[in-house]
Nanobody
Framework: QVQLVESGGGLVQAGGSLRLSCAASGRTFTRYVMGWFRQAPGKEREFVAAITWSGGNQYYADSVKGRFTISRDNAKNTVYLQMNSLKPEDTAVYFC?????????????????WGQGTQVTVSS
C-alpha cells in the first residue's frame, strides 16, 4: 500500500503560481512512476504530468507544457507540481497518483494509488 496526501492548493489570480506537494508513505516510493491528474466539474479526470522513478524523465499534457514542472525528491518521498502562469481553465481538483509500472502511462487506469485531491481555483 502507498498512501498519498496532496497539499498546496488554493485560490490564485490568473497569471499567478502555486506549488502542489504530494507526500507518500508506505511501500517504497522510488519504485513508482508518479503522476498528477486533474478533474474539473462535469469533466473526466485528465493527465497533467508524470515523472519516472529516477526523476530523469518528465512528461506533460500539451495544455500545461511550458507552464508546469513536475519534480520529485525521493529522499523526502515527495513529488511536486510547480504551476506558473495559471489560467482559469486550470481550475480543477488536482490528484497525485502512483503507478507501479516501469514507464510513464497517461491513462488514469494505470495508476494504482491515489491521493484525496486538492482544489486549485484560478480567478480571471
Amino acid at each position: 500500500q502507498v498512501q498519498l496526501v496532496e497539499s498546496g492548493g488554493g485560490l490564485v489570480q490568473a497569471g499567478g503560481s502555486l506549488r502542489l506537494s504530494c507526500a507518500a508513505s508506505g511501500r517504497t516510493f522510488t519504485r513508482y512512476v508518479m503522476g498528477w491528474f486533474r478533474q474539473a466539474p462535469g469533466k473526466e479526470r485528465e493527465f497533467v504530468a508524470a515523472i519516472t522513478w529516477s526523476g530523469g524523465n518528465q512528461y506533460y499534457a500539451d495544455s500545461v507544457k511550458g507552464r508546469f514542472t513536475i519534480s520529485r525528491d525521493n529522499a523526502k518521498n515527495t513529488v511536486y507540481l510547480q504551476m506558473n502562469s495559471l489560467k482559469p481553465e486550470d481550475t480543477a481538483v488536482y490528484f497525485c497518483a502512483a503507478d507501479p509500472g516501469s514507464f510513464v502511462r497517461r491513462s488514469p487506469n494505470a495508476y494504482e494509488y491515489w491521493g484525496q485531491g486538492t482544489q486549485v481555483t484560478v480567478s480571471s
